[in-house]
């Protein structure tokens, strides 16, 4: 049975597309949401899909081993960020190599990096009249949206788009892709 942790500060909509893509899997479980935010939407989510959370700080992410231990002692074999705002400690990083990664609303190596998330995305594609935007699923290494690509999906985008109606095509390809790609990895590690 592979196991998969999830990370999210936010609403938490690709954390339960994922949990109940992997819900009945013979192979896959889905065995903790973690996220920064004590009042994140995501808790609410995981407590309705009867999965384990755990609420964490600064404190305990960055300064102290808290949060490490915990991942060393679940021993995820891929930690899934999933709207999740903080950059990941090296510690962490280098504990999971090659198993931790994250998805970005547009298409890195544009568009990324520190305080480009949600709506702040869609509205730099918007202003600079880009014809397409997307996903990014890329592996997570110690700077914000920058390891290595592993898939990205793109969607047209037209002069009658809003942030919001970009942001809702960009999460209709994340909620299509990001599991499949999840499955793909797990089955490659064998
Ligand atoms: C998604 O757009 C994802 O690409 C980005 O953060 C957002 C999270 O949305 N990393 P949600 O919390 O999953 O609804």
Known sequence: MKNIVLFASGSG????????????????????????RSNAGVLERANRLSINTFVFDREMFSQTNQVLDFLLKESP??????????LVPQKIVEAFPNKIINIHP?????????????????????????????ITIHYVNEKYDDGDIIFQGRCPVV????????????????????????????????
């Open 13 to 36: 909509s690709n954390a339960e597309n994922i949990s109940l893509f992997f819900k009945n899997h013979p192979d896959v479980n889905v065995s903790c949401i973690l996220s920064n």
């Open 77 to 86: 074999d891929l930690i899934v960020l999933a709207g999740f705002l903080w």
């Open 106 to 134: 547009a298409l890195l190596p544009q568009y990324g990096g520190k305080g480009m998330y949600g709506d702040r995305v869609h509205q730099a594609v918007i202003e600079n009249k880009e014809k397409e935007s997307g």
């Open 159 to 190: 002069e009658s788009d809003t942030p919001d109606s970009l942001a809702e095509k960009v999460h209709q390809l994340e909620y299509k892709h990001y599991p499949e790609v999840i499955a793909r990895i797990l089955e490659r590690q064998g």
